[in-house]
């Protein structure tokens, strides 16, 4: 499959793209959404022309190389907006008031007619689906995208299903929702049992998506992209609070499938689907996904979800910055007095020697008071964290400046001895009665990928 760095021309990174007269085009619906926004930005940027239709143009910033056009799922496109369009990208969906039936026909006859449209002129077809469409989940929005998924794939086109698509700067979808939930609720649920998300960054998403326009992958194929393992609920929102807002929420648990019922409910007398109600039965139906192949296939790589979070969202250099962080917190954790430089850096390159490419996601209030990691450390309760330690306190054995600490070399009085023995004593005492408010404390979250049940 060809690099990102040719998905402009539609070139292996071997040929002479001097050969193009002109850049390639692409035709791009529900291009004002959130990942519309996105996906022409990069567009740009990569070198296409995109021919840009919004159900509003008229209030959208003029961009160099984007022609804005009028389109919504009520009316057919104008046929000649296909006219030498290499690549189509189906993003428009509606998304936002009551959905009945006659609304959910009209989505699945207006993505036909695109469908037929894109076939008639020769350009490849790429159709951004769901998650939701493979799991069963029965809310308008779901029939519709698996509807259309057959009809995309039936006329030899692409079907895109990401998961959770987060990031960027100005959040929307199911991600603004979520951002708008952390940062004015005090109080957040955790779901039970905890729904299974598999996010992907919106910048990593339009890379798949202009590399299957371009010519990459295979025509009549899906392809599932997110999060290989997945994360949970509580965990995502746990990082998106302090990665993004600088907070540490508190946590009420609160069961699924009862609050499932009573979204059906609140849809049935309000005569359609849509709204809160359809979020929460799109959370109860969520399975995993399969994606690793396909991020193979595609030659994708994620970022790591910590940076990604942050308004930046960098793919690199924030990552080592979480390491050199997390190093200095351990290291002062085990040494008792701040690491100087070098020593935070060897342990950064022991963890980039391992392969890990993403911090602890420790709570602020453990950045602030080292000594609280005493309640989290305990045998096989924090896999990470116990191998994270493990290698602060080898790195801090042979530095000379804290061998002492370790090596006992000065004999102990004995009365010393039993007063460091009542004081570790009452150490785990405290730590055992502090572990069952831990999620409460937000310090759970102390480990590389771990669950929240």
Known sequence: ??????????????????????????????????????????????????????????????????TWHPYDLAHDPDPGLFSGVRAVVHLAAMTQGRVDRETEAREVAAGRRLFELAGESGARLLF?????????????????????????????????????????????????FLCRLVATLPILPRFVPAPPLQPIHVEDLCRALLSLAAGGGETSTSYNLGDREGVTWQRFLRLLAWERFRRCPLWLPVPLLPLSWAARLMDRFSGGEGGIGQRVQGLVALKEMETATSLVALELTLRPLRSGLRRGGGNSGPWR????????????????????????????????????????????????????????????????????????????????RFADRFLQLRPLSPILALFEAFVAGVREVLARMCRPWVGLMGLRGAVRGEGDG
């Open 128 to 176: 951004v689906s769901s998650q939701s469409a493979v799991t069963g989940a029965e809310s308008a929005y779901a029939r519709v995208k698996r509807t259309l998924e057959g009809e995309a794939l039936s006329r030899r086109g692409i079907v895109v299903r990401p998961g959770l698509v987060y990031g960027g700067g100005h959040p929307g979808g199911q991600f603004g």
């Open 321 to 400: 910055r979480d390491l050199a962080g997390e190093g200095y917190l351990l290291l002062r954790y085990v040494a008792g007095s701040r690491p100087p430089v070098g020593m935070v850096c060897r342990y950064v390159r022991v963890q980039e020697r391992a392969g890990v490419r993403e911090g602890l996601p420790l709570a602020p209030v453990v950045h602030a008071l080292p000594r609280l990691l005493w309640i989290l450390e305990r045998p096989g309760a924090a896999r990470d964290l116990e191998r994270s330690l493990a290698i602060a306190v080898a790195i801090a054995e042979a530095s000379p």
């Open 1 to 66: 499959m060809m690099r990102f760095d040719a998905i402009a021309t539609g070139l292996s990174p071997g040929e002479n793209p001097g050969l193009l007269t002109e850049p390639p085009l692409l035709l791009v619906t529900g291009a004002s959404g959130y990942i519309g926004r996105a996906l022409v930005r990069l567009a740009v940027g990569a070198g296409w022309c995109v021919r840009a239709l919004a159900r509003s143009p008229g209030g959208l910033p003029r961009i160099p190389g984007v």
